[in-house]
């Protein structure tokens, strides 16, 4: 669309979550005035949600941070870029000589652009000389990456998202994509309505169960039994294929012999789910001549999420429906570039593509490529950055894009963490709450701001191209990372991030022929050849791992981290509203919080009654380490004995409740199974939670 | 299956319609009810073209191609008759739609310039309750577009046509608003409206 109301229209790609829409945005004096779905978007065909359309108020936020500032006293003053640089080189060199490089680690963010992440990767690994690097996926979809690469061998959806289209039926486990994942859900909607026979599974009622043609509510944390279940019962009744697992497939014996402890009565037992229920979930999608599996957060942030993404790949493994149009494993990845800043190799034990840092043959073209020798030991994920800091062995931090002391969990060692730092460096479009602990803030760009790549969550590279520049003199986050590279020493000598991208694509075989030239509006699904073909759908013919063969894994069902006793006797679910995105930092810098201005907590009406809680009573919340207080919302949507909030702001600060359990492969936090004593609040709450005392 | 389009031969797919087989040939009739995100619908009468054999101009939006068909996109009776369907259509605005909008190009397009048909107009009623959408009743052509959008695109099943005959318009809920109905405040209705009778509030 082109009229007189703009001045300028950019296509570009959405910076909400990973459904990855293209966005048509449109500027008139240096802002934006509106966003459309861009007809030709192949994840949105013309379609985005509120998030993507109406909320880019915040790019124009007086709060925006428009200068460097520096740390004085207890506050901050404005600095210029000469002065923040210099400090920042002074700081990291020092501390570099003092205690050596592994005592200086960075986070790059899934908010940022592939180009972004790879600079910050390339900062950290050759300007500083460590692998201490980790992403936010590391709380939400690192246990998909693992599982993925364990069963099949690439860390992504094996197919797209118009396989629903294409599917007679489908199963969503642990995610609600009408909220968290909009268009997604709607098409999964639309879908429905056409026919597709949909399977939800999740503790809560959520808005696709009463599309789907059955919903199953297991107790929090015990999907690996129904996993296991749904596995038992589709051998049990003879609809497996047995031409797929003896041609490509391995390790089925040892699956069948587990098997045989996940009867459904056995199951029905563990996870609460009516046997009938799993018998009938396992027939919709053992019969379906094309099914899909889809899941998002509520799989992967358990203590055995991991496993639990391996689970779901056997049942697709040995059913057949995989490696096709129509039956695709479609995780639901949550920031719009936590696929790609994975990809990227934001990760301490990974080079691009996931390539081990102590692969000699990897590492070497990396070193030739940047002409400075490089680490082979594993770095610090984010929890052992923090339990580094604490203990003294982490000096210094560089965080870009994220607001650990929001999102992450355990709030308060966080807090003690950041404040074990000697030397913070944010990077940001605004002051978070992470950002009071840092001793220098980099005034950031939002994704209007600037050029890139996005990978979605079907592998998809995407352009971003900016509407409008960075306020004040604020930066794009590659002109930062870049400059500041080459204040410490190292000139990553890119002009562009399309030179950037030249050059991840000449290192990694994976994405051999994958350029911005060549991505142009309809992207490219990785792995993609130096020619330029990419890959809609993977293992049409064999897997990716040594043999070609897809992997098995038997897996038993063990007891979440955490679970209810006489003192937390309610098990708390975390997750998303329609209306905001993660830390809420740009939803709600928008009038999205007129439509969803206050959390609540969503409480059974038996609990409710028993605990004399009604709609709109302040309510405490108490776990294992923390308290806080909110709102109650009585609704039948949620099982007795559960109840459910959002983490999106705060004043409420959800994360305070979340303990230390954690995923056993890849340290993903339990955000999805807390113990809470749920009790009214007589008198007038406190808005302002304090932390705990370490 | 090969149809002619203005004298030119081109390949469809069995089921296609007239209009897919224009537009694959290159060619162009204007459509106001039509909006390739959902199901073709046949309110307006805008894409009549002409078909050889056929006793009048048919709508190029709902009819299926079939071998052999030759389409006349200039044909003078279908033009006129979608000239004056447009008019009829702008003599109930109060106001003028806004330039950018696709009634006004369509408008455009046909040389509608002047309406014949003064009378009655549509009463300015506007709706600002919501944060981000705004209706303007008065500039409501009852295409269905916004209605459909909700229903086929995303699925909300808020927005239901009211009325009849001059007074047909378009509510969220039962009157209830955009808010306090089923919305999910995607945008999709004020995307594909042709008159901004939905509409952006921020592009007012």
């Known amino acids: 669309m082109s009229d007189e109301r703009f001045d300028l229209t950019v296509s570009t790609t959405c910076g909400y979550c990973g459904v990855g829409c293209r966005l048509e945005a449109h500027a008139r004096g240096g802002k934006i005035a509106s966003i459309s779905p861009a007809l030709d978007g192949p994840a949105n065909e013309g379609h985005t949600c509120l998030k993507g359309r109406f909320a880019h108020q915040f790019s124009r936020s007086r709060e925006r941070l428009t200068a460097p500032l520096i740390r004085e006293g207890s506050g901050f003053r404005l600095a210029s870029w000469e002065e923040a640089t210099n400090r920042i080189v002074a700081e990291l060199t020092r501390i570099k000589a003092a205690h050596g490089p592994d005592a200086i680690a960075g986070l790059a963010s899934s908010r940022a652009t592939n180009e972004d992440c790879y600079a910050m990767a390339r900062l950290i690994r050759a300007a500083i000389g460590t692998n201490n690097l980790d992403n936010c996926s590391r709380v939400c979809h690192s246990p998909t990456s693992f599982a993925l690469r364990r069963s099949f061998g690439l860390s992504g959806a094996t197919g797209s998202f118009t396989d629903f289209d294409y599917a007679d039926a489908a199963i969503l486990i642990g995610a609600n994509p009408t909220e968290g994942h909009p268009v997604v859900g709607a098409r999964i909607k639309q879908a429905t309505l056409r026919g597709l026979r949909l399977v939800t599974i999740d503790p809560r009622r959520i808005e696709l169960a009463d599309y789907g043609v059955l919903h199953l509510s297991p107790r929090p944390g015990t999907n690996a039994a129904v996993m296991l279940g749904l596995t038992h019962v589709v051998r049990r009744d003879g609809l497996i294929d047995r031409a797929f697992i003896d041609e490509r497939t391995e390790g089925y014996e040892a699956l069948e012999e587990l098997l045989e402890a996940y009867a459904p009565d056995a199951v029905e037992e563990i996870t609460g789910i009516p046997a009938a229920d799993l018998e009938a979930a396992a027939h919709i999608y053992a019969e379906a001549e094309n099914a899909c599996i889809s899941w998002g957060l509520g799989v992967t942030e358990h203590k055995y999420g991991s496993e639990v993404v391996q689970l779901i790949c056997n049942l697709a493994l040995m059913t057949g429906k995989v490696g096709r149009v129509g039956s695709a494993l479609l995780p639901l990845r949550g920031q719009n570039n936590v696929q790609g800043s994975s990809d990227m190799g934001a990760l301490p034990d990974t080079y691009t593509a996931y390539r081990r840092v102590d692969d000699e043959e990897v590492a070497q073209s990396f070193e030739r490529a940047w002409g400075v020798p490089l680490s082979r030991n594993k770095g610090f994920t984010i929890p052992q950055m923090f339990d580094a800091a604490v203990d003294g062995r982490l000096k210094a931090m560089w965080i870009f894009g994220e607001d650990v002391a929001q999102t992450d969990p355990n709030t308060a060692h966080v807090v003690h963490a950041l404040e074990s730092l000697e030397f913070l460096v944010c990077q940001d479009i605004f002051e978070t709450e992470t950002t009071r602990y840092a001793d220098v803030i980099l005034p950031a760009s939002a994704f209007l701001e600037k050029a890139g790549t996005f990978t979605n969550a079907e592998r998809r590279f995407q352009l971003v191209a900016p509407a409008i520049d960075p306020p004040g003199s604020a930066k794009t986050d590659f002109e930062i990372l870049t400059m500041m590279s080459r204040a410490l020493g190292h000139d990553m000598g890119w002009a562009s991030p399309a030179e950037c991208m030249d050059e991840i694509a000449a290192l990694t075989p994976e994405y051999a022929g994958v350029s911005h030239e060549r991505i142009g509006r309809r992207g490219l699904q990785w792995p993609v050849a130096a020619d330029g073909t990419d890959s809609p759908v993977l293992y049409e013919r064999e897997f990716s791992l040594p043999g070609g063969r897809g992997r098995f894994a038997a897996l038993p069902y063990k007891a979440p981290g955490d679970s209810a006793d006489d003192e937390f006797p309610i098990i708390l679910i975390t997750g998303r509203r329609l209306q905001h995105y993660n830390a809420g930092t740009m939803t709600r810098r928008t009038n999205n919080l007129e439509l969803f201005g206050e959390d609540w907590l969503e409480i059974h009406p038996d609990d409710a009654e028993r605990l004399w809680i009604k709609s709109g009573d302040k309510v405490s919340v108490r776990s294992r380490v923390g308290r806080i207080e909110t709102v109650a919302r009585v609704t039948d949507r949620i099982e007795p004995g559960h109840v459910f909030t959002a983490f999106h702001f705060p004043e409420v600060r959800t994360n305070l409740l979340i303990g230390s359990s954690a995923d056993v492969n890849t340290s993903c936090p339990e955000y999805k199974v807390v113990a809470v004593d749920v009790r009214p609040v007589p008198e007038m709450a406190a808005r302002t939670p304090a932390l705990a005392t370490h | ?204």
């Open chain 2, 1 to 204: 299956m090969k149809v002619t389009i203005d004298g030119h031969d081109v390949e469809v797919e069995a089921g296609a319609t007239v209009l897919e087989a224009v537009r694959a040939a290159g060619g162009w009739v204007p459509t106001l009810c039509f909006d390739e995100r959902q199901a073709p619908f046949g309110a307006c009468r805008v894409c009549l073209v002409g078909a050889a054999g056929a006793r009048g101009p048919i709508p190029a939006c709902t009819t299926p191609c079939r071998d052999g068909l030759e389409i006349d996109t200039a044909d003078e009776r279908a033009r006129r008759v979608a000239k004056a369907v447009v008019e009829l259509v702008l003599s109930e605005l109060p106001v003028p739609p806004a330039p950018h909008t696709e009634l006004a190009t369509v408008a455009r397009s046909l040389g509608v310039e002047d309406v014949r048909w003064p009378g009655a107009t549509h009463r300015v009623d506007h709706d600002e309750r919501h944060p981000y959408l705004a209706f303007q009743h008065e500039l409501c052509i009852s295409c269905g577009r916004c209605v459909r959008a909700c229903d086929e695109v995303q699925g909300a099943f808020a927005l239901t046509a009211t009325g009849r005959g001059f007074t047909a318009n378009v509510t969220a809920g039962l009157d209830a608003g955009f808010r306090d109905s089923t919305c999910v405040s995607c945008g999709a209705c004020a995307d594909t409206c042709p008159t901004d009778a939905i509409t952006e509030i921020t592009l007012l």
